[in-house]
């Protein structure tokens, strides 16, 4: 009771529920909240400091950033801020305007990264190599997902389609999703003939793609969550996306703290450990079945870890082939 009561009491503020509406849209780090909401650091970091100590939110220090999001995992805790956000009012004019702002930090932040992504498109597909292991990446990844024969792949982020072109023995079907234009124009150039009739490319936004739920049989991420404002939800597509027993593989980079990565390389998250994937996946109806790592040989890069997360067979299922 006295839990719920100091919970009650945070939320009963209009700054702190100001933040507590942002960051029900995705994570955002400090800096980012006092241009969109105009209030002083020390202001926002108090509120935030205040949700925090009552567990309505929790900070995830990458770097020199540090990330502020809802927390995920108590129940109660998440029923009392999913009622708060609920009794928001949607024409509150405050909060209208800091959502305005919000998309205005976000498509600053895009123009950013489809600059970076625009400079390497024509890049014959080796986006990355200058710090990636590619084909020990590749060749691990063909080894965790199997021989298959997968009836139907996606390639969530496909960039210039290298990854479909990879798995391309192994599918009936692949279908990449990607939302910037010159990378798909490089991916369609780089599958076209080659065996790759089977293979297609579409513009499309991972986080809400145009294909039906339960298609796949597997489903990739391949160096894209870094990039993201909430890779969660990317993970959560991807698990829409998937029929119960399907394969989801993540490949990106373990936690560090390279920070020129934000700059150099347009990165959003300085890589990810295995409670982030761990718990994203959960949440999802995902388990994680198995983990590789790909130590670097240069001191100044990440390593790269694979996850290969399953997705739970539901029990209406169970119950058909019983």
Known sequence: MEKTAQILKTLGHVERLRILSLLSHGELTVSELVQILGLSQPRITQYINSLEAVGIIERLKEGSWVFSRLRRGNTAVSAIVATALTALPADDAILRSDLRRLDDVRRERAKAADAFFASVANDQGQLGNEYLPQDDIETLMKEMA???????MVDLGTGTGRILAVFADRVERGSGIDNNVDMLK????????KGHDHLT???GDLHVTPLEPAIADLVTLHQVLHYLEDPYEAI???????????????VDFETHVQDSFREDYAHRRLGFSDTDIAGW????????????????????????????LTKQVSTDALAVNG
């Not at 490089?186 to 003939?193: D, E, I």
């Open 236 to 250: 959560l597509e991807a698990s829409r996306l998937l029929i119960g027993g399907g394969s989801l593989l993540i």
């Open 146 to 152: 199997g021989q298959g024969p997968f009836k139907m």
């Open 186 to 193: 490089v991916a369609r150039h780089n599958l076209a003939g």
């Open 201 to 203: 490319v579409r513009q």
């Open 281 to 308: 996946g959960a949440t999802a109806g995902l388990s994680i079945a198995q983990t590789e790592r790909i130590d670097s040989t240069d001191k100044s890069r990440p390593h790269v870890k694979i996850w290969r």
